[in-house]
Structure formats: C-alpha cells, structure tokens
C-alpha cells in the first residue's frame, strides 16, 4: 500500500466506489467520471506501478477477470456498432485497466476530454463530469459478477 495513493485508499475502503468485482487480488469499479456508463477500472489491491512491473499471476488474473466482465459487459449494455474496450492508461501511478463499452470510435481515446490547445492535444478529465450516484448504483446491479 502506498499511503499517498487513491487506488490504495480504495482497495482498503478508506475510501468508497461503486464495486463490481472483488476478490483477494483485484478489484473492479466503476469510473467517477466514466466516458460511457458501465465504465469500470480493475486495480489490483497490491500497490504497482506500472503495468510491466505485475506478476504474472496478477496479470493473467486482471486479464482473465477483464474478460468476463467485458462479455458481460456485451451482453448487458449492447455497445453497438463497436465493442467492450480494454485498455492500461491513466495518469495514477497505480495499474489500472479501463473497460468501457464503445459505442463510438473516440469512445476507448477518450475523445470527450481531449481538447486542443496550442496546436497539441491536452487531455482534462475534469471535463468529464462526475457520475450520477444512483446510475452508478443502478449499474453496480447490472454488471456485478
């Protein structure tokens, strides 16, 4: 645990999310400020860096745990004419993998956040608004595996 992380605070309950998943390892959350609603970040509860720096059986574990939450995902959401994106990005240097159904192509880049500014792409997620509690509530009922 690193005692300046948000990933951590979360993984310990120091601070609340809206769980999906959880096990021994990981943990699945719903995004604050999701691009799509049903977007989930899976953190592993051991404080990593960096995603090259995870062992194999906590890579393959998010990967696999990814997996079935993207098709149930699919299955619950219909993100058509795309898919379920899974992607490691992120500013917090604690591994996190975003899941997120894409019902437009900017949808996995996060086009809603980017924006141009002397010729060269800033992205802001302050400019993503806050999710409504009670949809994430709702969504928490959709998608808990």
């Known amino acids: 645990m690193d005692k300046n992380c948000i990933f951590c605070d979360i993984s310990s309950k120091k601070i609340p999310a809206h769980i999906i998943y959880e ?8 995004d604050q400020r999701p691009t799509r609603q049903g977007h989930t970040l899976i953190i592993p509860k051991v404080h990593v860096d960096y995603f ?3 062992d194999k059986k906590l890579a393959t ?8 939450l993207a098709k149930r995902m699919m299955g619950a959401l219909k993100p058509t004419p795309l898919r379920v994106g899974f992607v490691v990005h992120g500013a ?6 975003h899941i997120l159904p ?4 900017t949808d996995i880049t996060s086009g809603t956040m980017a924006t141009c500014k002397d010729g060269k ?3 802001d997620h302050e400019l ?3 999710a409504n509690d009670k949809e994430q509530q709702a969504m928490v009922k959709l998608l808990s595996m």
């Not at 096990?23 to 719903?30: F, G, H, P, V, W």
Request: glycine content about 2%; overall charge negative.
């Open 52 to 54: 090259m720096n995870l």
């Open 102 to 105: 894409q019902y437009e192509e």
């Open 121 to 123: 792409v800033v992205f």
């Open 128 to 130: 993503i608004p806050v």
């Open 92 to 97: 917090i240097p604690h591994v996190h993998y």
């Open 23 to 30: 096990d021994e390892l990981i943990m699945a959350i719903l």
């Open 61 to 68: 574990h998010i990967v696999l745990t990814g997996n079935k």
